[in-house]
């Protein structure tokens, strides 16, 4: 399965980076719609375009009003419309999206999608895709998802906007991931904070990862403030868990 990183931090882009946007061309799912989702025409090859929310923060919604553009180019490149736009996410969160991103003075034109409320469906199926989520701690809540490609033999858990899951039910869900993807906002020093705002710090990261034991881990949601290389002392992650450790960064593409 190939994954496309198109927005990789928290909050709001930097130089370097947008925010939080992951694509899985082959199964046609993109991982929330935050600024990096103005780079999605040229990688869409399905007729249907599934959208996951974790929840509704600006970071994960705000290129859902990019979509008029990114459908419209796409549709140029196949020659042929994308046939059906579903937006997944908790009832809450895409009547927030709904009635607030679009509502007419925000912007002013409609966006033709099917907007799926997930509350009444532990596990549903996108394209073949298994999804099942779970609830996270994080400031009105969000969710993780974990997808299953049977066929393949492929698990994938995204798990962003979250203080950790360190408990035994997380793990167990977790387990035989190929890829977690999970969120690092913060460095152990920052750790307070983190759990004030509902975020993960470098160590937490670590701990979450020793338990679910993937064999790929991709350290996603930065914070846009960290510029340097190595925003999140990535050297102490990769020294506790038994995992390949790799930074997210805008345009990687990674196959797991
Ligand atoms: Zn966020
Ligand atoms: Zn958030």
């Not at 990114?70 to 196949?78: C, D, I, M, P, T």
């Not at 020793?210 to 510029?227: G, Q, V, Y």
Request: charged content about 25%; some cysteine.
């Amino acid at each position: 399965m190939r994954l496309h990183c198109l927005g990789t931090v928290g909050y709001h882009p930097n130089d370097d980076r947008h925010t939080s946007c992951y694509f899985l061309p082959e199964s046609g799912i993109l991982l929330d719609a935050g600024t990096g989702a103005f780079r999605l025409s040229p990688l869409i090859q399905t007729d249907t375009l599934n959208i996951l929310l974790s929840h509704a923060h600006l970071d994960h919604t705000f290129g859902l009003t990019f979509l008029l553009d990114v459908l419209f180019e796409a549709q140029k490149r196949r020659g042929k419309p994308i046939e059906k736009l579903r937006i997944f996410g908790e009832q809450e969160k895409i009547s927030a999206v709904e009635t607030h991103l679009f509502h007419d003075l925000i912007f002013p034109a409609k966006l033709d999608a099917e907007w799926i409320a997930i509350d009444d469906q532990p596990e549903f199926t996108v394209e073949g895709v298994q999804v099942s989520w779970r609830p996270q701690d994080h400031p009105g809540g969000s969710v993780a998802y974990r997808m299953d490609w049977p066929d393949q033999r492929k698990r994938l858990v995204y798990a962003t906007d979250t203080t950790g899951d360190t408990s035994e039910e997380h793990a167990r869900w977790c387990e035989g991931a190929d890829l977690l993807m999970h969120e690092c906002y913060f460095r152990d020093d920052a750790s307070e904070w983190a759990l004030k705002t509902g975020h993960s710090w470098t160590s937490r990261v670590a701990e979450v990862t020793s338990l679910s034991k993937p064999k790929r881990l991709l350290l996603t949601h930065i914070n846009p403030i960290e510029e340097s290389d190595d925003p999140i002392d990535i050297e102490a992650i990769r020294r506790s868990v038994d995992a390949e450790v790799t930074l997210a960064t805008d345009g990687l593409t990674l196959e797991f």
